[in-house]
């Protein structure tokens, strides 16, 4: 029995993470070298203090009070804390406190088991403040890219021979879903929906791109035929990534007496593979 004490003690003796055991007081009545190593404070200096000499003022009176409840009942509580070394620096700690009873279930101590988690702390905030500062930009991406796409319905409230709408709701905060409708003239109306291929901030700018080509073209050709050509060789041109965009593009004719007809085309664009799709 006295080997497999002086055992115990020495593991506990050379154990990396902190240990403190007090009395069911809370009045410190040994620590580990590890103890000294986390919080500055040698095992002289703090036998038969209390564990709240620790406390940096960063947790509520209630914190203190949960965590007592739990252990003068018998249970295990295991927790975060932030508490202050002895030269007044503020450090992070998981902490597990088991009670000790006796075999009428008398508590006779408290083992506390920690870890110093503050430089978890400090990387986890600097990977918080990067992602809060990225979504602030994606944010402000989303809404210039959305500013790109007619938002306003009824489109044409001056027309009565035609009504739409039209939603685009991406995946992520950007995209490279879009869509696009104007009029050419008085009896020809453009429509334009498509998709790039992957998703994020790449595929967003080859959208600008993919729908400032359509619009440009659109005022110049009334062929869908001969739009979709010249875009597609555009497209092609210089694309070293192979993004590729996905697109149906229609052009009705809106005649009051004879109602519509149109011309319709489904469009699919590879790098590697120029070319346009067939009518139907």
Not at 2 to 19: D, F, G, R, Y
Request: charged share 25%; with cysteine.
């Amino acid at each position: 029995m006295e080997e497999e004490l002086k055992t115990q003690s020495a593991a506990m003796e050379s154990a990396v993470n902190p240990i403190i055991i007090t009395d069911p007081k809370g009045l410190i009545q040994w620590t580990n070298p590890a103890f000294t190593t986390l919080t500055g404070y040698t095992r002289d200096e703090v036998i038969g203090k209390r564990t709240g000499m620790l406390k940096s003022g960063k947790h509520d009176a209630s914190f203190y009070s949960g965590m007592w409840k739990t252990i003068h009942s018998g249970q295990v509580w295991r927790g975060e804390l932030i508490n202050r070394k002895m030269n007044g620096e503020l450090y992070y700690e998981e902490m597990t406190i088991t009670p000790v009873a006796d075999s009428d279930n008398n508590i006779l101590q408290y083992v506390a088991i920690k870890q110093d988690i503050t430089e978890r702390k400090r990387l986890e905030k600097i990977l918080r403040e990067a992602k809060e500062r990225m979504e602030e930009k994606l944010n402000v991406a989303r809404d210039i890219q959305m500013s790109m796409l007619p938002l306003i319905f009824p489109a044409f409230p001056h027309r009565t021979d035609i009504d739409l709408y039209a939603k685009l709701i991406p995946a992520r905060e950007v995209g490279g879903d879009f869509y696009d409708f104007y009029f050419l003239d008085e009896q020809h109306f453009s429509y334009v929906v498509g998709v790039v291929s992957g998703k994020g901030v790449p595929a967003a700018l080859m959208m600008a791109v993919t729908r400032a080509l359509f619009k440009s073209q659109a005022g110049a050709r009334m062929s869908t035929a001969g739009i979709l050509s010249h875009v597609n060789n555009e497209i092609a041109r210089d694309n070293d990534v192979s993004m590729f965009i996905t697109v149906f593009m229609g052009i009705p004719g809106i005649c009051p007496k004879r109602g519509y007809h149109c011309l319709l085309h489904r469009w699919g664009h590879r790098s590697s593979k120029p070319g346009w799709g067939n009518v139907f």
